[in-house]
């Protein structure tokens, strides 16, 4: 199996490579988890997959039965067994792994994303991955936000406290569709959190160098994502081009309009329509429509305001052209604050280390992660949680086809956990 | 094999509903021309396929490897054999078929084009290919120009000529990629009209009714098609996107753009960008795009004017938002007058059919066919062409999703071009 | 006076340089109707004015008080008198005259247009108004469409026709706002052409050189000309732009869409966009856009559909921005035909005379002309009308600043008139 | 004279009331400063005016011979006399006043700003102004940022100080066209801070209420105000569309493009298009379009790449139409901090009056000023400078038809200039 001999017997940095060279998008991680699943069992870890790990109920835009069929058959042809894939199958990606340290203790949980993005992924000699020969498989997809690195540090950690020793219970919440935004809700709906006391969502690169640790961040984007489906009446261009009805042309006025709207001085803001298709052929004219985008701010009420103007856009631009339009929601974040507890004790396990040259306590994030739904569940239960984030001198911006990480900080990302994890509470400085 | 016997023992009507079923578009009619050339060969035609029957060396954005690929598979379960299949590959669509009728006289050509649209046929049980089990087998494309139809005339012809008995010689020019104006001029590459005196082009449908003919066709329109692709810079959406040069963006703006060309008094124009795809996610500034379109006119010099600027409005936009643009052209036709000597062959030949209830002169055609290459070069070396319309009673337009036409119209279709062609010219009344 | 000695003393050309010197836009030719109405009363006409000649009631977008205050002072300061000011004051600004020939026949009508376009006229000196002394003498008004020459005709044939000895009667319609499209319909509600049998309405130019009649004319263009507002809210750009409703944006956005409004192959169209008035300073949101266009089409219908249409993207617009619209009409012309009768009476006039070299029966006018309304007023009262054409050798474009007409035509254009008015029915070959 | 009694016996909120009702926009404020100079005199400051107070070489976009003429006619009409209005002339509405203290101290510099802005008020009850009797008295101007209430205190300040007895000098700087970011750069081109150890710039309301008083401000925008103008071609919308090159599609296109451009990761943005004029009449392509824009960062490079951007889209979108364009810049603001003596200063002053409630070091402005310029000067010179914001409890936001200010303000702010300017520094707590 993939998982078996070669990921028992890589370290992190093989770990992190040997999924690198794998990448696989969101609710399409099938060859990732059942790697990760394995892995965990042979180490002793209580696994949950499929439906009890993850709640796809009331998902939007799952990957339709051909794309996961093929999705099936590359995780086949990467080294996939059929049993795992079985256990993971209609997108049920999601990996639950838990231990008990065998003293008393809160239950911490890790939030460990593990998809990755559709794009081509650079060739340039000058990129490590590229060079190195771990480059992704797939011309179509490439980890380009570190979540292979994710996943190395969540194997190496649960490597380190297998044999327990630690206090209270380690969860490890290895979350799908990170990306887009559709994964922590879902596993929220399995009860990813229940019972937590403390959460670590832990993040590699965003701007810091390796050495520096942020043990808290703010300034998430909260986000809503959009799918906009336009359908109007299909026509011959010639013939009788006034009995069309121009899904692309209203596509395309409702991607400037969308653009156009306002910057708000209560927050900072995004737009982005970052996918569009329509139409078939230069003489027909289009009858259909598709859109994808995302609107961010600083402020959650902010962004329910931008998802309304954007609904107004999208819905006139179909007006205008007498076409029909659909919208609907395909993702989100929101914003979260991070708890000066969990702060400290990372921060405390930071600055324990050598290798840590600077501790930051509140590094401005600037992007979203649906992370905060998790870390706003357990703040409702009255637990704990803070997003982490470990150095890792990015020479290029993450989602950007020559993004890599320095990998020593694997090693450092492992270190802060296992430290926060085994120093019980009242010992944090 | 796929043509082998069911194409045989099929009438016009059985062949037609064959090839309706059996759509293929541009450059990958490959079930078709083995079904064609097969038939032409058990008749008794010198047959030429391949490199013998088409050029491909000057055309642009032919298929890649991938989709002649599926597009063999495709023909291999619809039947075709592996021998036909390599007669036809790398998108060697076209066949030639030539017969003397031992009698002197001109050498006569007819043009029957091949080729299917890009576009979902109706499941509609008013509509006819629905409703009798005929209807597309390839959700993807549809005979929605009657070109099944035209195919169905030129066997029924072939099979009626293929014992002689007529003046001179009659040549079959079978030419996919009607549709985006590609396969004309590269036949005319290979020699198709080479010693032509004479080119029939048949359509059926065009607006008329059963019963009416068109023995001539006026107000084509010249056609530019272009291909434009945008290359920008991929950029996490929240984390940098000034970083990003958004090629959809830019895209989107040249649509627009594009669509607000003048209209000129000088000649009708039509103006259509009927495909669009770019970008990859919605969070990601899309680094990609590229656009379809047409430019029609019915007088050339404004087509050319019209491609002049559009191509301005292409560069404008990539600079507007510092995107690269690159745009070809994929296809094209020109104008292309009737010659009165032919109109009248044809039109003698339908008023002699009892079926023929009214014959036209000069049809207002107000669309675009790259049969005009074919029309021009057969008056360079001195012949005659025309442009000959057949009525189908098509119940929907061209290029939708319900077109059909009344099958009644074969038999006259073949009648009118068999009388025509066993008609000396000087008994032409 | 201003009409007084200067017009009463100068000849056709003379009187066209007059008042191509004076142009007044829609609504407000006071000086140009005040001298046209003296001159006309000299000659011994029954003259009408004011409320008896124009019925305002239901005219869109007339000049407002401070623009009227301002035609006055103009008026005033290039010598009309107070008087005849009066008499025209509120936007009156036609003029109907009329006289009995002395003998049996029938009631005819000739309708001359008088107003000017807001636009700057060429200072060239290879623009003979320019050189030759009589340009303009308001930057912002110019006679760029040949109604200068219109009037001089009218008041030749005027002359001509003052000592009677013609058959019926003549009324001389002097339309003010036929740019624009509001003035023939207004006379009409003031029962311009009562009784009338026939109507000549006449144009200079269009295309045709000096020597060529066209009898008849065909190919009008419907036309609507539309007046969208929109009012949104204002704001600090910078401290709270999301508070704006941006009236400017929104009323960018429907230029677009408006220009992009389909071709149709049902009929040739027209769209335009021909001005835009919005916000005041770049550091505060628009709260206001006006956006005056026209729409035309050579089918009532199509000029209708296109109306809906364009309406349709208008309020999408502002929907798309939460910035209220409103649109009204401010003008249109209809389609007409001529009739062969008095097709007929205006050619043989024309081949009766020496200067003119050709006559055409049906001269394409790719334009539209509110002309259109009376003469449709007039056949459904049984009467005909035609609507001709005076080749004018222009050098430059109707609606250019560099228009102009060889004077030439002006004694061709009361020739041709005159004979037809003088030349009983039954006579005409 | 306009100045001479009313303004001698009017105490603050008096001259409040009478400059609201004479409100005068960028470089015509001519009765102001005639008014402002008269009683500065009066109270016996060296007062210096035209040529000596404001050097107009570089400055963009002055207006023109006509709107001066204009404004002169409305100054005279409010009462302003000739020879005041003589030294004004010509755009040079500033007026520097001096006065010694009498003991030995820094020179201090007042800035302020002295312009209206092109907005109609509000005529609502509700809106103190138009229930008071003391709203604009033109309809096209308003005092919407509260300079009026500037001028008010800088008069009201300049009387306390009359009779001397503070350390140092006193320069009161009335600046004009605050608005659009012209006035302070062509001060300072007349020696405006020459000499100045201390600057303190005034602004009423920015969000603040009344008692609540910011010593310094951050989160100044940087600020490009461009003027774009289109110069296309003009034709008949009818009869030859081709001919015309649409500036005013050009400009719309613009617009959109304009709107478009991305948010900065590094800088908080704006982008304002405020005006737009193109075309005249809907039946001529439009020639002529000319766009007022303003772009703001709150980093001085991310706004130059803003403008450089902006210039692509205006270039962009004229190629794209054959449109020729010219862009200027017509304005500027840069950003600056405050210095924390002067800040110190300021808040020392606040603290002691019973009427401040709270005292802010660091308000964030959200907005740019042309001070900014000012106050960089006198930091190069090494002189200190503070932007003071004194709180106005304004019902609606600045530039807004609706904007109003809690007249107990004027006295605070009096109180704190005039404290501040009589504490000497070293007695600053």
């Not at 998802?307 to 819905?315: G, S």
């Not at 205008?320 to 993702?331: K, M, P, W």
């Not at 702060?343 to 979203?368: C, E, M, N, Q, W």
Request: proline residues 5%; negative net charge; glycine residues 10%.
């Amino acid at each position: 199996m993939n998982g078996g001999i070669s990921v028992a017997e890589r370290d992190a940095v093989g770990l992190r490579r040997l999924f690198h060279a794998h990448p696989e998008t969101a609710f399409t991680e099938l060859w990732t988890s059942v790697a990760i699943a394995a892995e965990l069992r042979r180490l002793g870890y209580r696994v949950r997959t499929g439906a009890d790990a993850i709640d796809l109920s009331d998902v939007p835009a799952l990957p339709g039965p051909r794309e996961l069929a093929r999705a099936a058959d590359r995780a086949r042809a990467w080294g996939a067994d059929d049993d795992g894939l079985r256990a993971v199958r209609d997108g049920h990606t999601a990996v639950v792994a838990e231990l008990d340290g065998g003293a008393p203790g809160p239950v911490t949980a890790v939030r460990i994303d593990i998809d990755a993005l559709p794009l081509a992924e650079s060739a340039d000699p000058g990129h490590a991955p590229a060079r190195e020969g771990f480059a992704s498989r797939d011309p179509e997809a490439m980890h380009a936000c570190g979540h292979d690195g994710h996943i190395a540090v969540g194997l190496e950690l649960a490597r380190r406290l297998a044999k327990g020793g630690f206090p209270g219970r380690i969860r490890l919440l290895f979350q799908p569709a990170e990306e887009g935004g559709r994964g922590a809700r879902a596993m929220l709906g399995a009860g990813a959190v229940a019972a937590v006391d403390r959460l670590y969502a832990l993040h590699l690169g965003v701007g810091l160098p390796v050495g520096e640790v942020a043990a808290g961040t703010c300034g998430f984007f909260a986000n809503a994502k959009l799918r906009a489906v336009f359908t109007g009446r299909q026509a011959h261009a010639a013939h009788a081009p006034e009995e069309g009805r121009n899904a692309l042309l209203a596509a395309a006025q409702a991607v400037l309009g969308l653009h156009a709207l306002p910057r708000f001085a209560a927050a900072d803001t995004r737009v982005n329509v970052g996918m569009l298709r329509a139409g078939t052929a230069p003489n027909i004219v289009a009858a259909d429509a598709e859109l994808r985008l995302e609107l961010r701010a600083t402020a959650g009420h902010v962004c329910d305001e931008l998802e309304r103007r954007a609904r107004a856009v999208l819905d006139a631009a179909g007006a205008a052209h007498e076409v029909g339009v659909r919208t609907e929601r395909i993702g989100a974040a929101t914003t979260a604050d991070c708890d000066p507890a969990a702060v400290r004790a990372i921060a405390a396990a930071a600055r324990a280390l050598p290798a840590v040259t600077r501790v930051h306590h509140a590094h401005r994030f600037g992007a979203s992660d649906d992370a905060t739904f998790l870390m706003r569940a357990v703040q409702e239960q009255g637990g704990q949680a803070t997003y982490l984030v470990v150095g890792a001198s990015s020479p290029a911006p993450h989602h950007s086809p020559a993004f890599d990480i320095d990998e020593a900080c694997l090693g450092i990302a492992a270190d802060v956990l296992e430290r926060a994890i085994r120093t019980p509470e009242k010992e944090v400085p």
